[in-house]
């Protein structure tokens, strides 16, 4: 049986893929130190990051919004510590940036972006 493809097809895999990239932000390991998926797995199993799901939403309670983008950084202006930088789009539009501690999620900077 031959399929074919349809502009109703089509649409729906493009619905689909939307929204399948909005559920899950976008995800960036940056900083002067690079740092693989598999290190940042391993500071997490020694307790040395949050969980990711609890940063999102201390940030959220912070900046209100949707997060659009996340990154990990070696941040020489904090002693070298690792910090996450969240950045969340409001319902008015402001982008909103939160910098945390990334072992005890404590808010570092709140600041428009």
Same mark, same amino acid.
């Given at each position: ?29 940056a900083g002067s ?6 290190? %940042? ?28 983008? %996340? ?43």
């Amino acid at each position: 049986m031959k399929q074919h493809i349809t502009p109703r097809s089509t649409i729906a895999a493009a619905m689909l893929l939307a929204i399948v990239s909005a559920a899950v932000p976008a995800i960036a390991v940056a900083g002067s130190k690079s740092h693989s998926h598999e290190q %940042v797995r391993d500071a997490l199993r020694r307790g040395q990051v949050l969980p990711l799901t609890r940063i999102l939403a201390i940030a959220q309670s912070r900046a209100p919004g949707e997060v659009i983008k %996340v990154e990990l950084d070696d941040d020489d202006d904090h002693g070298g510590r690792l910090i996450y930088e969240v950045k969340t789009l409001s319902k008015s539009g402001r982008v909103m940036e939160v910098e945390l501690d990334a072992r005890t999620g404590k808010v570092l900077k709140v600041e428009e972006d």
